[in-house]
């Protein structure tokens, strides 16, 4: 089987000297990416379009000015790689996948992208070498690394520095279980299955609330530019990183399992940008983070030769009873449990909802069809099911 591209990430450990150097190429390529972002951007106003070309024609006459020759101290490969960047964010944005580019900040995550020009790499020794800089000291943790296509170091808020490899690796298919599972992901439980199994929801930003707002008072009452109020930064970047780490084990885990026990994982489409609009919800949406739960099981089914069928997010499954197919009027959030008028049958909403899914897709898988309609919204539906009460599996 063929390969698939997959982003490994691994612990740096620079030395000093190293540090100081890594901080000099932060500062270009933050420097080259609003340069340009600034550049695109007052041409898009003034009726010019330039793109990729145009930026990289204009950051060869941008280094040899003599009030920007300091960019040609780093290496080359990741101010080119910065513009790269940029295109791609551009892109996103006008195929309507991400927002408008942002500005860099220096006290934000920073990151170098080498492409294979400005690094070397030794799958024998495990040796990665970095181009102006020399060998750097990585703890690998896994036992064979192939060759990769890029290399970028990232420097996080915290202070600790990774290095996330671009790879292609062999999928290993898992064996066939024979079972398949509708997934009803939510936030008062994290994840209910439709044969009944309750998976809680571990709730990590609220286990730290308390502790990250101490903290962000320190920081408040620090004066601007201040050492005192960089560590205090540091603190509470900290403790988000704790908190992302707790996540992103938790669903790791999950969806490792789920994979491995079911050949096909039906889920609904949800619309997750338009529920954390929602005042009420968006904390604890966020905390869940349902969306990468999904994003996870996707990676992973695929990689493993397992399937993943998302639902129409419209289908109305806590409302329709999974037993004779009744469709109920308006369900608040509140009603956690029912039971429905035809056939007495009495549900759990969650569970309900998960059968429901499953039903579905397993009827649409049947026929060959897709469970998804366009993205076009409904006129004056501009907010999800769960803030007008319609259904929602919160």
């Known amino acids: 089987m063929q390969g698939m591209k997959q982003r490994w990430t691994f612990r740096l450990y620079p030395t000093p000297e190293q540090?100081?150097?890594?901080?000099?190429?932060?500062?270009?390529?933050?420097?080259?990416?609003?340069?340009?972002?600034?550049?695109?951007?007052?041409?898009?106003?003034?009726?010019?379009?330039?793109?990729?070309?145009e930026t990289d024609r204009r950051m060869t006459a941008l280094k040899q000015q003599p009030e920007t020759v300091w960019l040609n101290e780093?290496?080359?490969?990741?101010?080119?790689?910065?513009?790269?960047?940029?295109?791609?964010?551009?892109?996103?944005?006008?195929?309507?996948?991400?927002?408008?580019?942002?500005?860099?900040?220096?006290?934000?995550?920073?990151?170098?992208?080498?492409?294979?020009?400005?690094?070397?790499?030794?799958s024998a020794t495990r040796t990665l070498k970095l181009a102006k800089i020399g060998e750097v000291r990585v703890r690998w943790t896994r036992a064979k690394i192939p060759a990769p296509s890029s290399v970028r170091v990232?420097?996080?808020?915290?202070?600790?520095?990774?290095?996330?490899?671009?790879?292609?690796?062999?999928p290993v298919e898992l064996p066939k279980t024979g079972q398949d599972i509708g997934i009803d992901f939510g936030v008062a439980r994290l994840a209910t299955l439709s044969n009944g199994e309750r998976i809680s929801n571990p709730k990590h930003g609220a286990k730290w609330q308390k502790r990250l707002a101490f903290y962000q008072k320190q920081l408040a009452r620090k004066t601007k530019g201040s050492k005192r109020r960089a560590r205090a930064k540091r603190r509470v970047a900290k403790v988000y990183e704790r908190i992302a780490n707790s996540r992103l084990d938790t669903l790791h885990k999950l969806s490792t399992d789920l994979v491995q026990r079911?050949?096909?994982?039906?889920?609904?489409?949800?619309?997750?940008?338009?529920?954390?609009?929602?005042?009420?919800?968006?904390?604890?949406?966020?905390?869940?983070?349902?969306?990468?739960?999904?994003?996870?099981?996707?990676?992973?089914?695929e990689r493993a030769g397992k399937t993943v069928v998302k639902i129409d997010r419209w289908y109305p499954s806590s409302k329709t009873c999974s037993h004779c197919g009744h469709?109920?009027?308006?369900?608040?959030?509140?009603?956690r449990e029912w039971t429905c008028p035809e056939c007495g049958t009495h549900h759990d909403r969650d569970v309900n909802?998960?059968?429901?899914?499953?039903?579905?897709g397993h009827t649409v898988t049947a026929h060959g069809g897709t469970v998804r309609?366009?993205?076009?919204?409904?006129?004056?539906?501009?907010?999800p099911r769960s803030a007008n009460g319609a259904d929602s599996h919160v």
């Open 353 to 360: 909802a998960a059968r429901n899914i499953l039903a579905v």
């Open 74 to 122: 780093v290496s080359s490969v990741c101010l080119q790689q910065s513009l790269r960047d940029l295109q791609v964010a551009f892109s996103n944005f006008f195929d309507k996948r991400a927002a408008y580019p942002a500005f860099k900040r220096k006290e934000a995550r920073q990151s170098a992208n080498y492409a294979s020009q400005g690094f070397t790499f030794d």
């Open 327 to 335: 469709v109920q009027g308006k369900m608040p959030l509140s009603v």
């Open 262 to 301: 079911f050949d096909a994982i039906y889920v609904e489409d949800l619309n997750l940008r338009g529920m954390v609009k929602n005042h009420h919800l968006a904390r604890a949406v966020s905390d869940a983070s349902i969306g990468t739960a999904i994003r996870l099981l996707e990676e992973k089914a």
């Open 154 to 170: 990232i420097r996080a808020a915290s202070g600790k520095y990774f290095v996330s490899l671009v790879v292609e690796a062999a």
């Open 19 to 53: 540090e100081q150097h890594l901080a000099r190429t932060f500062g270009c390529v933050r420097y080259v990416w609003n340069w340009a972002l600034r550049l695109r951007t007052d041409g898009f106003r003034a009726g010019q379009r330039i793109g990729y070309p």
């Open 373 to 383: 309609r366009p993205r076009a919204k409904a006129p004056g539906r501009t907010s």
